[in-house]
């Protein structure tokens, strides 16, 4: 007669099994009386006493959670500092950029402004305006901007001026454009009036 | 809310140790308070001890094991989302569980496991064999079974935990499990000769 194997008493126990086995199993009372011993066998292995570990490892495992903490703690530290170097270079760099930038466009602008004033003198120079005659008033107007322009050109001619600030060279330049654009406008202007 | 933690009970039936772990102390070890964390400990190195020296071949073992388990408590109790005391034994047990089994599988602790039935019950090398006929209590056989087999009944068998989660924990199958409980349990009745039914 072929009885339960282990695997199908193990299986009975946890309510699961074969038709074939629970069939078995409730005809034969040898397998029946197999299943009752797994089933005290596991209540035995249950009830074996709880064992105590026969040193105190508490210190050991205080003082290892300790350290741990103390090296987070140190490596916590260090990352801090990493970050805030890093976020002041950051800003430093960040500001050098900005700085190197806004230096390169004011140098573009100047550029720009230079070469506005070159176009702005070749107009003047077109007109002619020596070969002109000026009325008193027009003669004072024309007189006063060129000696501004004189005076810008002057404050040009001096790097020491303008090298302590860079936006020194920018602003005469503007005014010179400025200047020139009404030094230019002013003989527009008369040589339209006479219909020349 | 207090929860009482049941940690042993001896061969009468008696409750031998009845520690109670509260909310507040779960609360307080999770901000890292150095003496809840002992009290964690007091609280459950006797369930740990036993379950480690019931799945580890040596008392040493079983030593580390417990130390491993709580140094992985206190580093890891913070991340633990239960407040019941219930669910803390089952998450520090299966801890324990798992350096038990992380120490089965180290090289030195390869498992000895026989590769045929009848070659003998899984003796450790160096480990007299089990003299043949001699009636073993049951502490002494289940000594004797491979640190897998043993794990293996002692997981399902006392703890209570399913074959998928056992498979889980080892890294293994289903299927694996089941057959190592079954040749637990058939070396076990071979050493323990004829058991008494009452």
């Not at chain 1, 260090?78 to 050098?96: F, P, Y």
């Not at chain 2, 190195?45 to 036993?50: D, K, L, M, N």
């Not at chain 2, 580390?64 to 019941?84: A, N, P, Y």
Request: hydrophobic share 40%; with cysteine.
């Amino acid at each position: 007669m072929i009885h339960c194997t282990t695997e199908d008493l193990l299986a009975l126990k946890a309510g699961e099994g074969s038709s074939w086995a629970r069939r078995h199993h409730g005809e034969c009372t040898e397998c029946q009386k197999e299943l009752d011993v797994l089933h005290q066998r596991v209540a035995r292995l249950k009830a074996l006493p709880t064992l105590n570990p026969p040193r105190d490892r508490w210190p050991v495992i205080r003082d290892r959670v300790v350290a741990e903490r103390r090296q987070q703690r140190t490596t916590h530290v260090r990352w801090a500092a990493v970050a805030i170097a890093a976020s002041l270079g950051g800003i430093i760099g960040t500001r050098v950029y900005d700085h190197r930038k806004m230096e390169a466009t004011r140098a573009v602008e100047v550029a720009a402004l230079i070469s506005h004033s070159q176009e702005l003198e070749a107009k003047l120079r077109a007109i002619d305006p020596e070969s002109r005659v000026l009325t008193g008033a027009t003669a004072g107007a024309v007189s006063e901007l060129e000696d501004r322009i004189a005076s810008i050109d002057a404050q040009l001619g001096q790097p020491v001026l303008t090298s302590g600030s860079p936006t020194r060279e920018q602003d005469l330049w503007r005014n010179r454009v400025e200047l020139m654009q009404g030094l230019v406008n002013v003989h527009v202007t008369r040589a339209a009036y006479l219909g020349m | 809310m207090r929860l009482a933690v049941y940690l042993s009970s001896d061969n009468m039936g008696t409750l031998a140790n009845i520690l109670s772990v509260d909310e507040l102390a779960i609360q307080r070890a999770k901000t890292g308070d150095a003496d809840a964390l002992e009290g964690l400990f007091r609280a459950y190195e006797g369930t740990v001890y036993s379950l480690a020296r019931r799945m580890c071949r040596t008392a040493e073992d079983a030593e580390d094991v417990l130390q491993e388990t709580f140094f992985e408590v206190c580093r890891s109790i913070s991340r633990f989302r239960g407040t019941e005391g219930g669910s803390l034994t089952a998450w520090i047990k299966r801890i324990a569980a798992s350096k038990a089994l992380i120490r089965h599988r180290s090289a030195k602790y390869r498992d000895t496991e026989p590769l045929d039935d009848e070659a003998g019950e899984g003796i450790a090398v160096g480990e007299a064999p089990p003299d043949v006929g001699l009636q073993l209590d049951l502490e002494a056989a289940l000594a004797r079974l491979s640190d897998t087999s043993r794990s293996v009944v002692w997981m399902h068998d006392v703890e209570g935990y399913t074959h998928e989660e056992i498979a889980e924990l080892m890294g293994k199958t289903v299927s694996f499990s089941k057959s190592q409980l079954a040749r637990a349990h058939t070396r076990l009745k071979k050493m323990l000769g004829k058991e008494l039914t009452q």
